[in-house]
């Protein structure tokens, strides 16, 4: 990727396939927002040419770095001869960028899972809680770390495969614990914190196998997808009376970390960016 413009500061987004990904549509909204002469793109690369096209990209001098979708956060990770404590941890990189010369891996997700979270009850308002995530992919990895640093009082795993949701269990250790995913129902009374961390009610796909019943009273529901805006399990929360986050909260959640180690500025505080994703997703379920 080259720059037309010595002065236009250029980044992007790879990913295979990227033609989905709403992240130029976000970073450039805060590019023009802050003035920034600068610009965001996605582009396509095959796994089997990932370490040749990603070099060539930082060959350009104006070239800030990228953000890394699937498939390749492992291989960002493996890669980079530097990497973050959350890369590290999440053992994936969503993030590559050149720091005093040198090529560093970072994990933005974990930053994006917990903002939303934040941002509802602040840092304080998770402590003792009880924390339910479904999934055993990335996702839910990095949903785990997150979910850690809120202090909560436990954490349980729960996947459609029992054996993943007990392999990550342990991985982690204390306060995170494995249950069947038989007993789903059984270990959400008293929730205060439901999350899907996994495909399941993304559009195509099947909706998830849960109810949400026996959560605490003030629980918040939060799915990690936003193709659709809102999943059956959402619809379901919402209609109970749960508080709800989707997907976009931590696409946002992740972006702004991102977008600060890209650019060098933080991005605009407003909340603007959410309705014109609202906006494309509903041009182009």
């Not at 080259?2 to 033609?19: F, L």
């Not at 249950?179 to 059984?186: G, L, M, Y």
């Not at 270990?187 to 605490?216: F, H, I, Q, W, Y």
Request: neutral net charge.
């Amino acid at each position: 990727m080259t720059s037309m413009n010595a002065q236009i500061k250029t980044a992007c987004v790879i990913g295979d396939p990227i033609d989905h990904s709403l992240s130029p549509l976000l970073h450039n909204y805060w590019i023009k927002a802050l003035g920034l002469q600068a610009h965001y793109d996605r582009l396509q690369i095959n796994i089997d040419r990932f370490n040749k096209d990603v070099t060539n990209c930082f060959n350009d001098h104006n070239f800030m770095g990228m953000n890394i979708t699937l498939p390749h956060k492992q291989a960002a990770l493996a890669l980079a001869p530097y990497a973050s404590t959350e890369a590290k941890k999440a053992g994936a990189a969503n993030l590559l960028v050149r720091r005093d010369g040198k090529l560093w891996a970072h994990n933005t997700d974990i930053e994006g899972f917990t903002g939303p979270l934040m941002k509802t009850r602040g840092s304080k308002g998770w402590e003792d809680s009880a924390i339910v995530i479904i999934g055993a992919g990335g996702a839910a990895r990095a949903a785990l770390i997150g979910a850690r640093k809120l202090n909560p009082h436990k954490i349980i795993l729960l996947n459609r495969t029992d054996e993943k949701a007990k392999m990550l269990a342990d991985s982690f250790g204390e306060p995170v614990m494995a249950h069947p995913w038989a007993d789903r129902q059984k270990v959400l009374r008293g929730t205060t914190l439901l999350v899907n961390a996994s495909a399941a009610g993304m559009a195509g796909k099947p909706a998830l196998d849960l109810r949400c019943e026996g959560l605490a009273p003030d629980a918040l529901v939060y799915d990690l997808i936003y193709t659709p805006l809102e999943t059956p399990l959402l619809a379901e929360a919402r209609a109970a009376g749960y508080g709800t986050l989707n997907g976009l909260d931590m696409l946002i959640g992740q972006a702004r970390p991102s977008f600060e180690a890209l650019f060098g500025v933080p991005p605009p505080a407003d909340d603007g960016v959410k309705a014109v994703l609202i906006k494309a997703l509903e041009a182009h379920p």
